[in-house]
């Protein structure tokens, strides 16, 4: 997976600025979602490393599935990945440019992996927690997982908040084996 993100990283990065250049981040972001949401379907993920399928043939069928909505600059990026054979980090490049385009709207996205469902006050309290540490404002993104036994594990891109029952008790039993 980090070969798929090192490859995609650049392309999305020239996204963006040439999607901030143009004040469009919004309209980049759509075009990005629905090139990637083509490139996952099974039938085009075949043609993707098909020798006889040239590059220009699938940025044609790409951009014709995709219709209107990718628009001219979205058009144009999908040859130049086609050209370079990299449609098929598509998904990826989508989801790098809605990072950074995040980032630069002063938005944090934070997924919260508790143990048991988090009621609203809950959530409530956990985002004003989290926008006085990140000093951004928060968008929560709630996952259960019974395996933790208590607590929750908070990510946000690089920052990981492990306060979670089961690693406190494997810290423990390393602890006690150490």
Not at 148 to 156: E, T
Request: hydrophobic fraction near 45%; include cysteine.
């Amino acid at each position: 997976m980090a070969d798929r993100l090192t490859i995609a990283r650049p392309y999305a990065r020239a996204a963006f600025a040439e999607a901030q250049a143009d004040g469009r981040l919004q309209a980049w972001s759509e075009a990005l979602q629905v090139a990637a949401q083509v490139v996952r379907d099974p039938r085009v993920e075949t043609l993707l490393g098909n020798p006889h399928v040239t590059p220009e043939e699938l940025s044609q069928l790409l951009i014709g599935i995709a219709g209107e909505g990718l628009g001219a600059h979205g058009e144009n990026f999908v040859r130049t990945l086609a050209a370079n054979r990299r449609l098929a980090y598509l998904p990826e490049i989508a989801a790098r440019f809605d990072t950074l385009k995040a980032a630069a709207q002063g938005v944090a996205d934070v997924t919260v992996t508790s143990a048991a469902p988090l009621n609203a006050a809950q959530q409530q309290r956990l985002a004003g927690a989290l926008q006085k540490r990140l000093k951004r404002s928060v968008r929560l993104h709630c996952e259960v997982d019974p395996s933790l036994i208590g607590g929750a594990v908070l990510r946000s891109g690089d920052l990981v908040i492990d306060g979670s029952l089961r690693t406190r008790l494997d810290r423990i039993a390393y602890a006690l084996t150490a």
